[in-house]
Every structure is written in C-alpha cells, then in structure tokens.
C-alpha cells in the first residue's frame, strides 16, 4: 500500500526531529557544544533556541569571530520535495527587504551524515528576546498585559512588514534574471505612504548589506545559482560585506504575497523591545491563486491544513471553494487573531465556549464565533479587531485600510 505524501513527510519529520533532540540530549549530558563544520568553518551550537513542525533552531556561534546567529537546520529527506521547498522559503526571506521583515544571512545545503536525504541550514539574525507568543506567556505568567499602545505599536510595524508582502514589487533586473510571472494588480492606494514604512517599494532598509558568511557547501551548485539569482554580495574573510548589491532596476507592478502564516509566534521583537519583526516564511507564496475547480479547492485545503496554523486561519481556508479567488485578505484575518491575541493572550479561536464544549476550532471560525472578554482596552481596539475578523474576506479592510484604523487608534490614546 502506498504511504500518503503527507504521512510519509510527516513520519520522516517525526524519525528527524528524534535524532535532533538526541543530538541536542547528548552533548547536553556528555557537557561538550556541540561543533557543527560547513566548509571550513566551525560553529559551536550553544542551545536550542525552538523547535517547529520540520525545523530545529539553534544557538549557533562563529568560532572564528565569536559572531553569534540563530541557525534553523531543516532536514529534507531524500525523495521529498523538500529541498525545492525549503530552497522556496529562503527565496521568500531574500525576496522581501523592509526594517520589519527578517533578513537571511545565509543559507547552505548539505548531505545529512546520518542519512540519504539533505540538512538545508539558514543562518538568521539573533533575536534574543523571544517572539510576541514568549511575550504572551511571559505577560500571562507575570499576570501583566500590554498597555493598549504598545500592542498597536506591534501591531503597526507587524501591519508594515505585511504591506511590503502585500504590494511586493518586484525590480526589472531581478525578474528579468528570475522569469518572474508578472502577477498584475492594481496597487490599492498606492500613494498610501508614510515616512517610516521603507516599504518593499523602495527596499533599502538601514545597514542592509545581507551581511553575513559566504560558504560553500557540497551543494554549491543549488547556492550558487541562488546567490547568482539574487546578485547576491560577496563576503571577506571577515564575514563583512566587500560589495555593493547590484541595482536592481526600476520597479514593476505589483505582485501581491501572502505571508499565510501570521500569529504571534511568527513576529520576533527586535533588541529595543519595541520593533516587531516577521519572520517564518515557509508558508508564503503569490497571494492571489484562482479556484476552477474541486480538484484545486481540496489541493488550496490541504496546503493550507498543513502550513497555516488553525487557530489563525482565515474561515475560506478552511472550506475553499470553487470559483473563488483566494487571496491576500487570508492575512487580514490572522492580523486580526494576532490583535486579539495580543489583548487577551490566545487566538480568539481558543478556549471559546463552543471549543471548550468540545466544538472545534474550525466551526468556531467558520461562524466567526468569539467574543471580547471584559477588559480596560478602548472600543476603538475593538472595533479594529472586529473589522479583520469578518467571515467573507470582501469585507475585511486591506492591509493600508489596517493601518489607516491603527492609527486612529493610536491618535485616540495620545
Ligand atoms: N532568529 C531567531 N532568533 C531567535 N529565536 C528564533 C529565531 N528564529 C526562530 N527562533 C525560535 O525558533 C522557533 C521555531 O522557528 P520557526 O518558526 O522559524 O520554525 P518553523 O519550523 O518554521 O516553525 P513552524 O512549525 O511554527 O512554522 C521560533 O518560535 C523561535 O522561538
């Protein structure tokens, strides 16, 4: 009998994350860091920083310039997709470049020792405090909240991050080399704009060098043409940036991505405590995807049941059907989860009577059935969550009409 892909990715995950956590166990007990050597280069893994579906990240430290990164080490076993998958996500890392979004330093792909399959590791920005899930927790242990203007504050730099996916234009050189489809939509209200968005539009965010470590990996091939698809720096010994990124060329029009997993676990907070930054790209791709038929409603389904997480799913993830066309409102949603979850520590789609009575998550969505629980925040809060949190995607506001009742908000409060 042949072993659904979806059974077969998942039990493979399983068999991966057990070697990894031994791994980690084992030189945990035996006192030694463990060293992890990329082409010359030797990294002492320091801790375990998180776990994901199909990823471990790890405290990692240069040897040789004590720099310290978060490294995530995805394992693709052989005759999966993986690669290609994993190979999609750092695509998406590099793709987008605003002060909000996480930027990648590096990425390599190796043959795994202990097996036939490929260890795709990306190096990543340390963030030592955690992501807003660790701040919900810690806040839910501490028994303190946010004050309503901090959450909006997040919330709006999130809301930033999201507006650079969502009118992603992509540059003349860069899709010229890529063969980019040109998606073509109007931008809405393009000249929408403030001082400190840096949108993707004009993508030179402060210090962006991509700085970081040049390797080459047994699989230099497969990097090497994605640096040359991203004229990608080159790097001294330093691990300094000795090149300017070529000009990309002018913009073109705007090719609209979904993040499609947004929630707070997903949005690190920056050094100063007070900038969000989105990160987890595994599950973004072109927003706008047609449905013609039952075939490709189920397909839209089950990519959605197993890279959008449910208690922040949008309600036509969950039931996709025919003769629609999904698109970037399916963030709006989780934007509106994330809010909620902000102000009240979970998704408003957990511990809801109806889940609590047993019900599930996914008929509490599809009925967009929650409620505000009795809290000091103002109307004004309320009524931005509720305005994302509206069943059919037509009626919730888009990404700059968010950020517009943001500020309002935020005027009310100061
Ligand atoms: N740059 C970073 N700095 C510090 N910690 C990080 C960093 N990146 C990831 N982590 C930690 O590792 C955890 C897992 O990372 P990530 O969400 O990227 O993995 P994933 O496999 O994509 O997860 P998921 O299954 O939720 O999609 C995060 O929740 C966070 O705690």
């Known amino acids: 009998m042949a072993i659904p892909p979806q059974l077969f990715r998942a039990l493979e995950s399983l068999k991966d994350q057990a070697k990894d956590a031994l791994w980690a166990v084992s030189s945990c007990l035996c006192h030694q860091q463990p060293k992890l050597k990329i082409n010359g280069r030797t990294f002492q893994i320091l801790k375990v920083l998180g776990e994901g579906g199909f990823s471990f990240v790890y405290l990692a430290q240069d040897e040789h310039s004590g720099r310290q990164f978060a490294l995530k080490k995805i394992r693709c076993p052989t005759g ?9 996500e750092v695509e998406a890392y590099r793709r987008f470049k605003h002060p909000n979004i ?31 899930q660790d701040a919900i927790n810690a806040n839910l242990v501490n028994n303190r909240h946010f004050s309503e203007q901090e959450m909006l504050r997040l919330f709006r730099g999130t809301c930033l991050a999201v507006r650079a996916m969502h009118e992603y234009r992509p540059t003349s050189a860069r899709s010229a080399i890529r063969g980019a489809p040109q998606q073509r939509s109007k931008p809405s209200n393009s000249n929408a704009d403030d001082d400190d968005d840096n949108d993707a539009r004009f993508p030179q965010p402060e210090g962006d060098s991509e700085g970081g ?31 300017q990124p070529a000009n990309d060329g002018p913009p073109l029009d705007i090719v609209p991505y979904a993040h499609r997993d947004l929630k707070p676990g ?33 397909l839209q389904q089950d990519i959605a049941a197993e890279q959008s997480t449910m208690a922040y799913r949008a309600p036509e ?19 509106g989860c994330t809010l909620y979850a902000l102000a009240y520590s979970h998704s408003p789609f957990e511990n809801t009577q109806t889940t609590e ?30 305005s994302m949190l509206k069943p ?15 500020d309002r908000a935020l005027q009310t409060l100061a």
């Open 392 to 406: 059919n995607p037509k009626e919730r506001p888009d990404i700059n009409q968010v950020i517009e009742l943001t």
């Open 80 to 88: 999966s997709e993986g690669v290609k998958e994993v190979m999609r």
């Open 102 to 132: 996480i930027r990648i330093l590096d990425s390599a792909v190796v043959q795994d020792p202990e097996g036939e399959g490929k260890i795709v590791y990306l190096f990543l920005p340390l963030y030592k405090r955690g992501n807003l």
């Open 317 to 335: 993830l969950f039931d996709v059907k025919t003769g629609i066309t999904l698109d970037e409102k399916v963030d709006i949603w989780s934007l």
């Open 266 to 298: 997903n949005i690190m907070l920056a050094d100063d405590g007070s900038t969000p930054i989105l990160m987890d790209f595994g599950s973004t791709m072109n927003a706008r995807i047609p449905v013609q038929n039952r075939q490709q409603a189920l």
């Open 213 to 243: 470590y040049s390797y080459d990996t047994p699989a230099a091939p497969l990097m090497g043409k994605h640096r040359a698809l991203d004229n990608e720096v080159l790097f001294d010994d330093q691990g300094e940036s000795s090149q």
């Open 357 to 386: 009575q047993g019900g599930s998550i996914a008929m509490a969505v599809l009925n967009a059935q929650y409620k505000h629980p009795q809290s000091a925040y103002s109307q004004g809060l309320r009524t931005l969550i509720d």
